[in-house]
């Protein structure tokens, strides 16, 4: 890989590794509903207008029931649940959970007929859910469990977003599949998220979080990713994955003061092990990369978040 590939690869992995720290503040003074629409909102005001420059809308028209799919499975569902599980769970937590995303990714592989399951990726799920039942057992009580079946619902999405990319959205242009999912997204969530906005401005970490959260983690990622595959190509993008989540805990510790629990530091590491071994593929398959809300791709791609 070259300096510049380097460079992008090293900045996309924390961009993609802190929106859970935002999302936690950003909570802090809004609701789910209005974190999501001014998230949304502000970073496809951002990206719009680019596809739109470039022409790009148009090759969206054949394909709009995959988009609404792939807005739906990606974004629209796991940003709120996402952001409502926060309200509960710390950033740590939330950012080790996301790291199931190849798991799920990999079994969708193997279920859909794309993907074997041989001996080492079979070993990779064992080891992969062995470290989310330590960060469930370890980490969470009885009144997080409605948390948790929000973070379930949220890696389903983060891992079916990407499969609908790579076999109903091949070759459609990645920025103008985020910049409309973004504003379908935004239109959705807009009467909820305006009602429920706080009659008085919120504080000022408030509006930072959701200003990073838009157009840190969404619109300038997004553009980065898009020039990390032009410059490595698909198949390294995946590798993020393994990133983010050491991210996002090292945030949440040094940032929010949040613990570095027993669970956390075995889950960790079960997870990113299991996840290695799940997505390693043989020489001539090509799997879809797993990849969550924040990765917004051309092809198949890593998650954010």
């Given at each position: 890989m070259s300096r510049k590939g380097w460079l992008l690869f090293a900045a996309l992995g924390i961009i993609w590794?802190?929106?859970?720290?935002?999302?936690?503040?950003?909570?802090?003074?809004?609701?789910?509903?209005?974190?999501?629409?001014?998230?949304?909102?502000?970073?496809?005001?951002?990206?719009?207008?680019?596809?739109?420059?470039?022409?790009?809308?148009?090759?969206?028209l054949p394909h709009w029931k995959a988009l609404l799919a792939f807005t739906a499975a990606e974004i629209a569902v796991p940003w709120f649940l996402l952001t409502s599980a926060e309200q509960r769970l710390s950033s740590s937590l939330a950012g080790l959970l996301i790291a199931g995303v190849p798991l799920v990714a990999a079994l969708l592989g193997w279920a859909t007929g794309g993907e074997r399951l041989g001996p080492r990726r079979i070993l990779g799920l064992g080891v992969g859910l062995a470290g989310v039942a330590a960060l469930v057992g370890l980490d969470l009580s009885a009144d997080?469990?409605?948390?948790?079946?929000?973070?379930?619902?949220?890696?389903?999405?983060?891992?079916?977003?990407?499969?609908?990319?790579?076999?109903?959205?091949?070759?459609?242009?990645?920025?103008?599949?985020?910049?409309?999912?973004?504003?379908?997204?935004?239109?959705?969530?807009?009467?909820?998220?305006?009602?429920?906005?706080?009659?008085?401005?919120?504080?000022?970490?408030?509006?930072?979080?959701?200003?990073?959260?838009?157009?840190?983690?969404?619109?300038?990622?997004?553009?980065?990713?898009?020039?990390?595959?032009?410059?490595?190509?698909p198949v390294r993008g995946p590798v993020i994955t393994y990133i983010n989540p050491a991210v996002a805990v090292i945030l949440g510790v040094l940032v929010l003061g949040e613990p570095f629990t027993a669970g956390i530091g075995l889950g960790f590491a079960l997870v990113l092990a299991g996840s290695v071994l799940a997505t390693q593929r043989a020489a001539d398959k090509k799997a879809p990369a797993p990849g969550p809300a924040e990765a917004a791709g051309v092809e198949p791609v890593a998650s954010r978040k």
């Open positions: 590794g802190v929106p859970y720290l935002f999302i936690k503040i950003a909570v802090g003074g809004l609701t789910p509903a209005s974190v999501v629409f001014w998230r949304c909102a502000i970073a496809a005001l951002i990206l719009l207008p680019i596809a739109i420059a470039r022409g790009q809308l148009r090759a969206l997080d469990t409605w948390a948790l079946v929000q973070m379930a619902i949220v890696v389903i999405g983060y891992a079916v977003g990407p499969f609908i990319l790579n076999r109903q959205l091949k070759g459609v242009p990645g920025l103008a599949v985020m910049a409309v999912s973004l504003a379908l997204s935004a239109i959705v969530y807009a009467p909820a998220g305006i009602m429920q906005h706080p009659a008085e401005l919120p504080g000022a970490d408030v509006i930072v979080a959701v200003l990073v959260l838009a157009v840190l983690c969404t619109a300038v990622a997004l553009t980065v990713f898009n020039a990390l595959i032009a410059e490595v190509g």
